[in-house]
């Protein structure tokens, strides 16, 4: 195994526990968006720190940013599907543009306008 491949599943191991907490009610949105920045920002200044990892940690940084994302927006729209009928369809699709916005918005600015 990379060493490289090593890290990745053990970042996504800790990406997941964070995410696990956040479904159990004890963080909010932001709050697990702003974690897991932290945990994406701390592995990309580990990798820069170690050179010999790989010569491209950005793509790590899109892989655990990816991850995060895909298993935040599947728990919305599972939500979602619960709570709504099979014929409104178009409007998860809907929410689904929404909420990825809405996930890359806090990423990127640390909390969403009110």
């Not at 956040?22 to 697990?32: I, K, P, T």
């Not at 998860?92 to 990127?108: K, L, Q, T």
Request: charged share 30%; glycine share 4%; net charge negative.
């Amino acid at each position: 195994m990379k060493c490289l491949d090593a890290i990745e599943g053990n970042v996504k191991a800790i990406l997941t526990r964070v995410f696990t907490i956040y479904r159990e009610g004890r963080l909010d949105d932001s709050e697990y968006i702003r974690n897991v920045k932290a945990v994406i920002e701390s592995t990309r200044d580990y990798v820069k720190k170690n050179p010999e990892i790989t010569d491209a940690p950005q793509i790590l940084d899109k892989v655990l940013y990816s991850y995060s994302k895909e298993i935040w927006l599947q728990n919305l729209k599972a939500s979602t599907e619960k709570e709504m009928s099979s014929d409104s369809e178009e409007v998860v699709s809907e929410d689904e543009g929404y909420h990825a916005y809405y996930f890359d918005y806090i990423y990127h600015h640390g909390t969403y306008p009110r």
